[in-house]
């Protein structure tokens, strides 16, 4: 039985995803895996919110594109904020991530170190087999986070690097009122373009725009949708 669940408590698991079909797969395999286990489900960020404060369950699968609320398109970023949310208020509830954006939990990796309860990181491609395999070590408290190694999950982005990075490529504000946003010089601004640049090893390059190879480079590494 898993380490830190209490020893006379039915398991409750939650399971995030928009797409039906997605939902239902795993909801079948959890129950053949945890027959005795009561599943619980939410679709969107404001239900996966309600679950976890309501319902207190002792594992959390989800995947990282949800709508906020029903109707609204998904968004990565949404499950991101979910994510870092539930891992600040609940510091030791055991958790999987599946996704096929998992390269976008760089931006909280500081975030996902702290916590305490197990965490697990899969690709949605990954088999049926292995992906039982991490939900039985999360439930155990241990961490795999082998989905982030590489070169992505070395990055040192500062906090205000990744604000600057959502103000200019998702809000899409120049120079000037990104400083006012962040109440900062617009000398500081640029002081920031220079080390995102450094960081992401983006460089000047002829007849291509610089700014332009940063928001590409930026994408490809999962720190903006």
């Known amino acids: 039985m898993a380490q830190n669940l209490p020893e006379q408590k039915e398991l409750k698991i939650l399971v995030v995803d928009d797409h039906e079909l997605i939902l239902d797969g795993t909801i079948n395999r959890l129950q053949q895996q945890y027959p005795d286990a009561q599943i619980l489900t939410a679709k969107t960020a404001e239900s996966t919110i309600n679950q976890v404060t309501i319902g207190q369950p002792d594992l959390v699968i989800m995947d990282l594109s949800i709508p906020e609320t029903v109707g609204e398109k998904a968004h990565i970023d949404t499950g991101i904020q979910v994510l870092r949310n539930v891992i600040k208020k609940y510091t030791q509830l055991n958790l999987v991530v599946v996704s096929s954006y998992t390269k976008a939990l760089v931006r909280i990796r500081h975030d996902l170190e702290a916590h305490e309860g197990g965490l697990t990181v899969a690709n949605k491609d990954l088999s049926s087999k292995e992906m039982?395999?991490?939900?039985?070590?999360?439930?155990?408290?241990?961490?795999?986070?082998?989905?982030?190694?590489?070169?992505?999950?070395?990055?040192?982005?500062?906090?205000?690097?990744?604000?600057?990075?959502?103000?200019?490529?998702?809000?899409?504000?120049?120079?000037?009122?990104?400083?006012?946003?962040?109440?900062?010089?617009?000398?500081?601004?640029?002081?920031?373009?220079?080390?995102?640049?450094?960081?992401?090893?983006?460089?000047p390059e002829d007849g291509k725009n610089l700014r332009i190879l940063t928001e590409m480079r930026a994408r490809e590494l999962g720190l903006i949708d």
């Open 132 to 203: 039982l395999k991490r939900v039985d070590w999360a439930l155990q408290g241990l961490v795999d986070t082998r989905e982030l190694r590489g070169k992505q999950a070395g990055l040192e982005l500062k906090p205000e690097w990744l604000e600057l990075l959502h103000l200019a490529f998702e809000e899409g504000l120049e120079d000037r009122a990104i400083a006012e946003r962040m109440r900062v010089a617009i000398r500081t601004v640029r002081h920031y373009w220079s080390k995102v640049q450094d960081v992401l090893e983006v460089y």
